[in-house]
C-alpha cells in the first residue's frame, strides 16, 4: 500500500540544546509511505505522483509520533488516586489493581483499551511494566501486535514486600521472563524489557535473576526504577545494606548498560550520576507523577551535563496523563523550579527523536527520515477556543509548538498513524 500524507511537517536530526541546524520544516511537505515504512520526505510538489492515494492534513503539524519510555499497563483504573507518597501509593492504590491482571479475561480487556488511549494522545510507541502475571503481558503484547505498534514491555519481577496476589518467586520471575522473551521478542514490531520493578519488591534472589536473564539476551532492554523517593531510598539501603548506594544494587547484579532504562532518578548521588554517565545507563523523566506523588525535581541538566542520555515519560498511573504534550508542559514547570530552560523546540525533539535515541531505536522511530516506520502525530494547535484564540498571535513555529506544549492535550491530536495506519475517528 502506498499513500502520501500531506501537511505541514517538522522533525528533528539533532539536538535543538546542541545546535541550531536541528530540525526540517516543510511548510507544505509530505511524506510517502509504503507498507507502513517511510520511503521519502519533502515538499509536496516533489512527491506527489498522479493515481496516488493523498490525505491532506493541511494545516496542521505532522510530526513522529510521541514514545513513551515509561509507563504502567495494569495502572490505567488507579490514575487519578488521591493523595498518598510513592510506598503508601503503591500498597493503597497499585498492588491490589494489579491483582486483577492475573485474570486474562480484564487483561485483554485493559489491553485493547490501554493502546487505544495511548494513540488518541498521539503516543505510537511506549515502554510498558505489566503487572506479575504473564497473563498481562501476554495481553498488552498480543494487542500491540494485532495494532503493529512498536512496543517494549516485560511483567514486573517482584518476589517480596508487597501483597501475595503480587509477588512472584526468584525463579518464578526468570522463568516466566523467560517464556515471554522467548515468544515475543523480536515478534513483528515487539521487543521484551527484563523487567525487576525495584530493589525495595526484589529480593537479592531474584536480582541475580535479573542480573541473568541481561547477560544471556543483552539484545533487551531492561526496566527498573530508581531514587523516586527519599523513603523508597532509606529502605532501599536498609534492604541492601552492603550496597554503595541505589544504582550500586543494579550495578552488583551486572544490569548497568545502555540498555537500562532508570525511571525517575531525582535524589542521585554523585557516583550514582558517574557510573551512570560511564556505562550509559539512561535516566527517565517522569514530571506529573514526580510532582503527582511529591517525589521532587529532576535535574534534567545537570544529568546532561554529566553525560547522561535522558527521556522523558508519563509514568500513568502515578502520572496524571496519557498526553506526551501535558508530560512537556509538567516537565517545563519543573525545569522552571531548577532555575532551567525547555524550549519548544527541544521539548518536541525530546518527545521524538530524543526518546528514540534513550531506546536506541532512532534508526526505526523518532524521525520522518527515509526508512523509519511511519509512525506520525499530526497536530491541531487551535484545537480548542483558547488554543485558537492564543493562535491568532502566534507568529513563529516555535510559538506555535509552545502553545502546543502548554495547552495540548488529546484534542490536540487531529490523527495518529501507526505503521501509516490511522487510528483516530472514522479512518481508524
Not at 507518597?85 to 485493559?110: C, I, V
Not at 517482584?158 to 521472563?177: E, F
Amino acid at each position: 500500500m502506498r499513500q502520501l500524507i500531506r501537511g505541514r511537517v517538522l522533525d528533528f536530526h539533532a539536538d535543538p540544546a546542541d545546535t541550531e541546524d536541528n530540525h526540517r520544516y516543510l511548510e507544505d511537505g509530505a511524506i510517502l509511505i509504503e507498507d507502513g515504512v517511510i520511503r521519502a520526505t519533502g515538499d509536496y510538489a516533489d512527491l506527489r505522483e498522479d493515481g496516488l492515494t493523498e490525505i491532506d492534513h493541511r494545516p496542521y503539524l505532522i510530526l513522529p509520533g510521541f514514545i513513551d519510555p515509561h509507563i504502567h499497563f495494569p495502572q490505567v483504573q488507579v490514575i487519578a488516586s488521591w493523595g498518598a507518597q510513592l510506598l503508601d501509593w503503591l500498597n493503597t492504590y497499585t498492588f491490589p489493581e494489579e491483582a486483577r491482571f492475573a485474570d486474562p479475561a480484564h487483561a485483554q480487556a485493559m489491553a485493547g483499551r490501554f493502546l487505544d488511549l495511548l494513540t488518541a494522545h498521539g503516543t505510537t510507541s511506549a515502554v510498558a511494566f505489566c503487572s506479575v502475571h504473564p497473563e498481562s503481558a501476554e495481553a498488552l503484547f498480543a494487542a500491540s501486535d494485532a495494532r503493529n505498534m512498536a512496543m517494549i514491555a516485560g511483567k514486573v519481577m517482584m518476589d517480596r514486600n508487597a501483597i501475595a496476589a503480587v509477588q512472584d518467586t526468584a525463579q518464578q520471575g526468570y522463568d516466566d521472563s523467560k517464556r515471554l522473551l522467548e515468544k515475543w521478542h523480536g515478534r513483528g514490531r515487539q521487543r521484551y524489557a527484563i523487567t525487576p520493578r525495584f530493589a525495595i519488591t526484589s529480593s537479592p534472589e531474584q536480582m541475580h535473576a535479573a542480573g541473568t536473564l541481561a547477560a544471556e539476551h543483552p539484545d533487551c532492554h531492561v526496566q527498573t526504577h530508581m531514587s523516586e523517593n527519599l523513603d523508597e531510598i532509606a529502605l532501599t539501603k536498609q534492604l541492601y545494606p552492603t550496597a554503595r548506594d541505589y544504582l550500586d544494587v543494579y550495578e552488583k547484579y551486572g544490569l548497568l548498560s545502555e540498555n537500562l532504562l532508570l525511571g525517575h532518578c531525582v535524589h542521585l548521588q554523585p557516583r550514582e550520576i558517574k557510573r551512570m554517565a560511564e556505562t550509559g545507563s539512561r535516566a527517565v523523566f517522569c514530571p506529573t507523577s514526580n510532582l503527582f506523588l511529591g517525589s521532587g525535581l529532576f535535574d534534567a541538566e545537570g544529568l546532561r551535563a554529566a553525560g547522561i542520555t535522558s527521556g522523558i515519560a508519563t509514568d500513568v498511573g502515578g502520572g496524571t496523563s496519557y498526553s506526551m504534550l501535558q508530560t512537556l508542559n509538567e516537565g517545563y514547570k519543573v525545569m522552571q523550579l531548577r532555575g532551567q530552560k525547555l524550549t519548544s523546540l527541544a521539548a518536541f525533539h525530546w518527545a521524538t527523536r530524543g526518546n528514540a535515541i534513550a531506546l536506541g531505536m532512532d534508526d526505526q522511530i523518532g524521525t520522518l527520515a527515509k526508512g523509519s516506520d511511519a509512525d506520525l502525530v499530526v497536530l491541531n494547535a487551535s484545537a480548542t477556543p483558547a488554543m485558537a484564540l492564543r493562535m491568532e498571535r502566534a507568529q513563529t513555529l516555535a510559538e506555535e509548538l509552545f502553545i502546543l506544549q502548554i495547552m495540548g492535550d488529546d484534542r490536540a491530536v487531529a490523527q495518529t498513524y501507526v505503521a501509516g495506519r490511522p487510528m483516530k475517528g472514522d479512518g481508524a
